[in-house]
């Protein structure tokens, strides 16, 4: 399905599932006070420069920006799994705070973040094989 959608479209998926994940962490934290874990912070900083940086990409259309953002994904993937996985093993606490034990159904705040980091991935994946065939 992803192979269909134009380029600019893909761009603007992942510009809008980058604004969204921001969103939600700041409504998380400054709206209802859940106070962020380091890892949290960490993904933080991989997620919210993809909101301009795709943005910037959609307007310009430059679909080489994945080179860029796959990066991005790959590190907050790695660190939102990882803070999923102590969630599980250590009976849904997070060593670093308290955001892995609170729960918006019908997942985690780690969760979130790991389907927002995938989610872009995919969608910058699909630009890299048409970049690859081209």
């Known amino acids: 399905m992803l192979a269909r959608l134009s380029s600019r479209t893909l761009l603007a998926l992942g510009a809008l599932v980058a604004t969204v994940a921001t969103a939600g962490s700041l409504t998380y934290s400054l709206v209802l006070g859940f106070v962020p874990c380091e890892f949290c912070w960490y993904q933080r900083i991989l997620m919210y420069p993809l909101v301009g940086v795709l943005a ?6 430059d679909t080489g920006i994945y080179r860029l953002v796959l990066p991005f994904c790959a590190g907050g993937v790695a660190f939102a799994a990882y803070q999923s996985y102590l ?4 009976g849904n606490t997070c ?5 892995a034990t609170i729960y918006v159904r019908p997942v985690t705040i780690p969760n979130q973040s790991f389907v927002a980091f995938v989610l872009i991935g995919a969608l910058m994946g699909v630009l890299a094989v048409r970049a690859y065939r081209a």
């Open 87 to 90: 969630q599980v093993v250590a």
């Open 95 to 99: 060593t670093f705070g308290g955001c």
């Open 56 to 61: 910037y990409a959609w307007y310009t259309e």
